[in-house]
């Protein structure tokens, strides 16, 4: 038996003890006075006036000194020092702290606030209770920090342990909130569409597939909430968003995860320019609100977002970085051009998807100030509209950030005959071995032969984002509970 398994049946004889004792030491309510901010807040008025206050948390360390002792609690809110005496608790109650209270508990403190002879604000613990006992041992050091796998296997022990994480998803979740506060100011309405789905669409990507007992029928998990949001602009709603999980059966790496979250949202009316500009005033208003500026810090460079965002072709960075101009060259010679780079091809890749594959290896690496990617070769995105100027382009954009791409955007197809068209050049593509085609969804042309308004739809990142914005490395350090190869 090792020493953590040594402690943890310790721990249950402890447990069983204070049974013996008639103490419930797992209580279902629990008096609580203020938060430790709150009282730390209002730490002189209480003080002076020795109100009795009641301080719940989690214990993080213990030190003993004879007959004194000090504990740390951490509330959601706070940490505060508690003081506990053998004169103040009388012995046998000093003893009972010393014996059962160990860090990793959750208890409860009541007492007056004092300061110590250092000036530290601390409570006189004069009535103590467990309100959750830890049978496990709680780290006194946290491996953790060294460990990054057992840091998100137990994120439960890293949120306690680094602070920064905590900040981290706190950022995550003002994030999302003010996404949605600035949308609904332009009169989005938010929705929700289907996450099982019959036939999956929206994006090139593999899906996970279940089955519904009920139906006896095969679904999908999605992989985009877009052709279903779509259906809404047919519907008669001119401003739709979504923000939701997604699920592509794909690699692990620290720009991607199986399951993960994006923004989607569809604007009537507009094209990828309103879109643009659009994109432009969302960031500034959300680097405003989280930071009051529109600078940050990413992995030691500065990054600025300040408008005007450059805008560059797609064919024209390309031939900057490796001198492909795409156009001149075919799908037989680009593939010859791609081994010599060392890009890998995916089985049955067009001509479109090569050039993507070459750019995402010598082009985005290239990119930090953000950047608007214009005009992606026609067929890159099988649901964009083509551009008008140039029929061998698509009215589209990517936006790239410090080697991130976050956003992916265009004016939306709503030809019906050209959607069904560029349908069927992709299920011959499936067919060919290209398994992250667009597949054929025939209720979608059916909803787009009743009509579909001139629109334009954007798709951002939120997992990225977030890791832009907190300056992390990688995905994972963003999402709570990360998909991870079983121990």
């Keep these: 038996m090792n020493q953590e398994e040594e402690i943890r049946q310790e721990r249950i004889k402890e447990i069983e003890a204070l049974k013996r004792q008639g103490l419930n030491i797992y209580p279902a309510r629990v008096k609580r006075t203020h938060t430790i901010a709150q009282a730390l807040n209002q730490f002189t008025k209480l003080a002076k006036s020795q109100e009795q206050v009641v301080l719940v948390g989690r214990i993080l360390s213990l030190r003993k000194h004879g007959k004194l002792a000090f504990f740390d609690i951490q509330d959601g809110t706070g940490k505060i020092q508690v003081f506990v005496g053998e004169n103040t608790l009388g012995p046998k109650a000093y003893d009972f702290s010393l014996h059962y209270f160990h860090p990793g508990d959750f208890a409860s403190f009541k007492g007056s606030l004092f300061k110590t002879k250092t000036g530290e604000k601390t409570i006189k613990g004069e009535e103590l209770k467990i309100l959750s006992k830890a049978i496990r041992p709680w780290p006194s050091q946290w491996y953790g920090l060294k460990d990054t796998e057992t840091r998100y296997r137990k994120r439960y022990l890293d949120l306690w342990f680094n602070e920064e994480v905590k900040k981290n998803f706190e950022i995550r979740s003002q994030i999302i909130e003010n996404i949605r506060k600035f949308l609904e100011n332009k009169d989005f309405i938010e929705v929700e569409t289907p996450i099982l789905q019959g036939q999956y669409g929206g994006a090139k990507a593999k899906p996970f597939k279940t089955h519904l007992e009920a139906l006896d029928i095969d679904l999908f ?9 779509k259906r809404l602009l047919v519907g008669g709603f001119e401003k739709v968003y979504e923000i939701g999980k997604n699920f592509r059966n794909e690699g692990i790496d620290q720009s991607h ?4 979250t994006t923004l989607e949202f569809y604007w009537a009316y507009a094209d990828y320019k309103d879109l643009m500009r659009l994109t432009e005033e969302m960031f500034a208003s959300l680097l405003k609100k989280l930071f009051g500026k529109l600078e940050i810090i990413y992995q030691g460079k500065k990054v600025n977002f300040h408008r005007p965002w450059a805008r560059i072709d797609f064919n024209q960075l390309l031939y900057q970085y490796t001198k492909i101009d795409l156009e001149e060259v075919n799908t037989e010679s680009l593939k010859e051009k791609a081994k010599k780079l060392g890009v890998e091809i ?4 067009s001509k479109p998807e090569i050039a993507d594959q070459i750019y995402k290896k010598y082009c ?3 990119i930090w100030e953000p950047t608007f990617i214009l005009h992606h070769p026609q067929g890159s995105f099988p649901l964009a509209k083509e551009s008008v100027k140039n029929p061998q382009c698509t009215d589209n954009f990517q936006l790239v950030v410090a080697n991130w791409e976050l956003i992916n955007a265009f004016s939306e197809q709503n030809n019906p005959l050209i959607q069904e068209k560029v349908f069927k ?7 060919h071995g290209f398994s992250e085609a667009q597949r054929m969804d025939k209720e979608f042309l059916s909803a787009l032969e009743y009509g579909m308004p001139p629109a334009a739809g954007l798709g951002l990142g939120i997992d990225r984002l ?3 914005l907190t300056n992390s490395r990688g995905l994972r350090e963003i999402i709570l509970f990360p998909i991870m190869r079983p121990n």
């Design 221 to 229: 998990l999605r992989i985009s909430p877009e052709l279903y949001l």
């Design 346 to 349: 995916p089985n049955g890749a």
């Design 425 to 431: 050049e992709q299920e011959k593509n499936y067919q």
């Design 364 to 366: 985005r690496p290239q």
């Design 466 to 468: 977030t890791t832009l």
């Design 257 to 260: 995860n199986p399951e993960f």
